[in-house]
């Protein structure tokens, strides 16, 4: 565990946000992705009427420490093609209400007539390129030392009136679970799926679950000096959560989960008034502006403080986004961002590519690589959470 940037340190933390802030506009420079990039094709989603379910007991218990391990085959095994009744399970999924009742919703797929004439559609039509995953220093088969701080921790707090209420840090929300989530509309947040559920059940404080907006002292009526404030330390407005969404891909019973599909989407009882981020099917990570992902989130060994990271994407499978941004437990459900190149806007734009999960053990050729992860948003995962936005088929054929 590291401390807090020391204070000689501020002048290097401002000019490091100040240069993050300012790289939109360096980046319109940047020329367009490679020539033979195009943008992926989302299939669509056809839901079936909801059935309802027997309401849920609650009795999970939140796990915000979240760390799994996979091997070659389980790495690998979203490459084969899935058959479409296998897509209709992972793809359904269930919704919670305030009340506590709850529904599962079936999917039919529609690929493109190639895919469906083959009887066959491909989970993730645009596979990555795949890299050799990089041998770690100090990795083997015998060591295993669970890091979450890649070195020198390369976090920074985000203090300010300027820089809290500023895009996109703004994005940011607090989970009453103790996660981190991201707004990607007027009121719905993005979280992990292990936020609000364990894979078996609903964890307790999915049972009045709401979503923290944090905002400077002065706003909301409340001065320095005022009882029971601290001047320096932000504020929390929740709001209470009217719905919530979890793929069935998540929900496996007694098996045991993956990272795949940890991810939720929670709908507000009323809509909030900030600046929200756009969704984006995950591009290669040689088609981020940087081969850099950012998020913010609010990790548990900083209380009370919202805290930025960025770092390289190390590689990449069809799921998941393999990286070592410095983050501890809490950062959980995070949005993760990235530069990606916008077609209709002909410029480079931040949106959400995935969800950061936790930390994850890969198994290859006998070593054990050490990653912090986030779940990358497929074509058709982008489809199942834009349908959750959006309620219909027609707004989600684009990003």
């Not at 059935?51 to 790495?75: G, K, W």
């Amino acid at each position: 565990m590291t401390s807090h940037p020391n204070p000689p340190l501020a002048h290097l933390f401002t000019s490091l946000l100040t240069l993050q802030l300012c790289l939109p506009l360096s980046q319109a420079a940047l020329p367009p992705p490679h020539p033979h990039s195009h943008p992926a094709h989302v299939p669509s989603l056809v839901p079936r009427l909801p059935t309802p379910l027997t309401r849920s007991r609650f009795s999970a218990r939140t796990q915000l420490d979240f760390s799994t391990h996979c091997n070659s085959s389980c790495f690998h095994r979203a490459e084969q093609e899935t058959q479409p009744e296998e897509l209709s399970q992972k793809l359904a999924f269930e919704t919670l209400y305030s009340d506590g009742s709850r529904t599962l919703t079936t999917v039919d797929v529609e690929g493109d007539g190639e895919e469906e004439r083959e009887g066959n559609i491909r989970l993730f039509p645009r596979t990555p390129p795949k890299r050799r995953l990089k041998r770690q220093v100090g990795s083997g088969r015998h060591k295993r030392v669970r890091r979450q701080i890649y070195g020198a921790d390369g976090r920074f707090n985000i203090r300010g009136e300027n820089f809290l209420l500023d895009y996109p840090f703004s994005t940011a929300v607090r989970i009453s679970t103790g996660c981190t989530g991201v707004l990607v509309s007027q009121r719905h947040v993005l979280t992990a799926a292990h936020c609000v559920h364990d894979g078996k059940d609903y964890v307790k404080g999915a049972r009045k679950l709401r979503v923290g907006f944090l905002t400077p002292p002065y706003i909301n009526g409340t001065r320095p000096g005022q009882k029971n404030s601290d001047p320096k330390k932000p504020l929390v407005r929740w709001v209470r959560v009217k719905r919530t969404r979890v793929p069935k891909g998540w929900i496996q019973g007694p098996q045991e989960v993956s990272m795949d599909f940890d991810y939720a989407l929670l709908e507000l009882r009323w809509p909030h008034r900030r600046p929200f981020m756009r969704l984006a099917v995950a591009p290669s990570s040689d088609d981020l502006a940087g081969n850099r992902i950012h998020f913010s989130g609010f990790d548990s060994d900083r209380p009370g403080e919202l805290v930025y990271r960025f770092c390289p994407v190390e590689d990449e499978s069809n799921d998941l986004i393999y990286q070592h941004c410095d983050a501890r437990p809490g950062a959980s459900g995070s949005g993760v961002y990235g530069r990606v190149w916008d077609t209709t806007l002909e410029r480079w734009e931040r949106k959400v590519i995935g969800i950061f999960s936790g930390h994850q053990w890969l198994e290859i050729d006998g070593e054990n690589r050490d990653y912090n992860v986030a779940v990358r948003f497929t074509p058709l995962k982008f489809a199942q959470i834009c349908y959750w936005v959006h309620g219909n088929q027609l707004d989600c054929s684009h990003d």
